[in-house]
């Protein structure tokens, strides 16, 4: 019986070429033409002002942590329904986390509870495009332009993906809020192993986010001839990676479309496959774009996904349920302080992700929507 993993890098055939490529010119430090190559793959592509690889998701959310000057006992509201680097990034520097819950259509944050939430200590709203789909973007920067707050996307799942505003404009996620995080981990739709970007949307962040990239000096100002020598000028960590994992990305950005197109059939394919079934399929609000992240199901009880866990683990099928309520986390309980994160709870005990990557064959999935259908 062949066995179909939860998930599986797809390698689109060059990526050792640029590997070798770059090790080759001799520079394989950091910020040399791969790296360029995709920041301004970034910039060019998704509107955003400043792009700079880093070494991952979590990274460039500590970076955001930084540039927005997060002191102890600043609050930061965001979903407790979401990875634990978007919370620690922010913990890191002192901050108290203020969970909201999820929507009850979708996982990602319930945009009309944020301003319940508010106070004088707020500092940033951090929306996370759950499965890439958008958060309600035009509520969030209009509560963040009410109460003067800072808005960061966790972008990590949403590349290629895009939100209209009521007006009718279309920006691309991770190039509204203040800054955005994207992710290139190994279950990302286009990948380097590990890897990350911060985007910068406001230009007051540019130069000082150089600063805290290249380990708190002006390095990146001395190459371009900006400066005579450069020194320690600010707090700043290694945040830049090196070349080899911007020559992998690089051959992954370069098939970007590709890569897509495949994941929307596989998307689709599911989404065809399993209408009128008992469980709650994916729901992607109308002012968002799919850009086919992930593909889950929501049981309707916690023994519900247990059954169709292993149902499809009998099988050899390696379906997956995904976050727990970080408000509900060993670390964070006797902090958190907030109501009942009743939608939250809800996913965290019920959602299941189903085996979603780019070599998924029909055949695969075929055989797990018929067991799908055939239980529920």
Not at 68 to 96: C, H, W
Not at 160 to 171: I, L, Q, S
Not at 184 to 189: C, Q, S
Not at 367 to 375: E, P, S, V, Y
């Amino acid at each position: 019986m062949k066995n179909t993993p939860f998930n599986k890098p797809h390698l689109t055939g060059k990526e050792t070429d640029y590997i070798k490529e770059a090790v080759d010119s001799q520079k394989i430090s950091g910020n040399g033409v791969f790296t360029k190559k995709c920041q301004q793959f970034f910039e060019s592509n998704y509107g955003i002002k400043k792009a700079l690889l880093t070494t991952s998701c979590t990274d460039a959310l500590e970076m955001a942590a930084i540039l927005i000057n997060v002191q102890e006992g600043d609050e930061i509201i965001m979903p407790s329904y979401t990875f634990v680097s978007t919370a620690n990034a922010f913990v890191l520097r002192g901050a108290k986390i203020i969970f909201c819950d999820s929507r009850e259509d979708h996982p990602g944050i319930d945009e009309d509870k944020i301003e319940t939430l508010i106070t004088k200590k707020t500092k940033a709203i951090i929306p996370v495009h759950y499965a890439g789909v958008a958060s309600d973007m035009h509520k969030i920067m209009e509560l963040a332009a009410k109460y003067n707050l800072f808005v960061i996307e966790d972008a990590a799942q949403a590349i290629e993906n895009t939100y209209t505003f009521p007006n009718g404009e279309v920006k691309a996620l991770g190039s509204i809020g203040h800054m955005a995080a994207f992710s290139f981990h190994e279950t990302k739709n286009i990948i380097s192993g590990e890897g990350g970007l911060l985007a910068i949307n406001d230009e007051q962040f540019i130069e000082r986010a150089e600063i805290i990239w290249e380990k708190g000096t002006n390095r990146s100002a001395f190459f371009r001839g900006e400066i005579d020598k450069y020194g320690w000028v600010d707090i700043g960590s290694s945040f830049l990676p090196s070349e080899i994992i911007a020559a992998f990305l690089w051959a992954q950005l370069e098939n970007i479309k590709i890569i897509q197109q495949k994941r929307l059939d596989i998307w689709n394919f599911y989404q065809d496959q399993l209408k009128g079934i008992s469980l709650k399929t994916q729901s992607i609000p109308e002012y968002s774009t799919n850009n086919a992240h992930m593909f889950y199901l929501v049981c309707n009880n916690p023994d519900e996904r247990k059954q169709l866990i292993q149902i499809l683990s009998n099988q050899g099928i390696g379906a997956v349920f995904h976050y727990l309520s970080l408000h509900k986390s060993p670390f964070y309980t006797s902090k958190y302080e907030g109501d009942e994160l009743k939608y939250s709870d809800h996913y965290s005990d019920c959602l299941v992700r189903l085996p979603f990557f780019y070599n998924l064959t029909q055949e695969e999935q075929q055989k797990i929507c018929l067991l799908i259908r055939a239980n529920f």
